[in-house]
């Protein structure tokens, strides 16, 4: 007859958390039914006259920004992202850092998202 042993039943425990954690995948890197990694964005549906556009931020002058040397304006509507978390403020887009973006025909930003 086996006997259980604590030392035997801790790994038991272990074992199968580790089958559990390898079996689905962490809820922040579920996409929903578009797919992808959790590195990847979904690209937003784009209105007519609007572009979506990448870039280094230069300079951060609100409510103006320059991005890869050309200057856009920040709308008070204008949404900022990152790719896990929600609503951000200005604060988290210093010069330096890499965004995507939706901007329209009056180089305005309607939409803007931290690249991480």
């Keep these: 007859m086996c006997q259980f042993q604590p030392k035997n039943i801790l790994r038991t425990v272990v074992l199968c ?9 962490p809820a922040w890197a579920e996409q929903g039914d578009e797919g992808g990694s959790d590195k ?11 572009t979506l556009m990448e870039g280094r931020v ?23 992202y990152t790719s896990y978390m929600g609503p951000l ?15 329209n025909k009056h180089k305005e930003i309607l939409k803007m998202w931290l690249v991480e």
Excluded: W
Aim: net charge negative; charged share 25%.
């Design 58 to 80: 230069d300079r951060v002058e609100e409510p103006r920004i320059v991005i890869n040397d050309s200057l856009y304006l920040l709308m008070p509507e204008t949404e900022l």
């Design 89 to 103: 403020s200005l604060d988290f887009f210093p010069p330096g850092k890499e965004v995507v973006f939706i901007v």
């Design 40 to 50: 990847e964005m979904r690209i937003p549906v784009l209105n007519e006259g609007e």
């Design 17 to 25: 958390v580790c089958a559990l954690c390898l079996s689905s995948p």
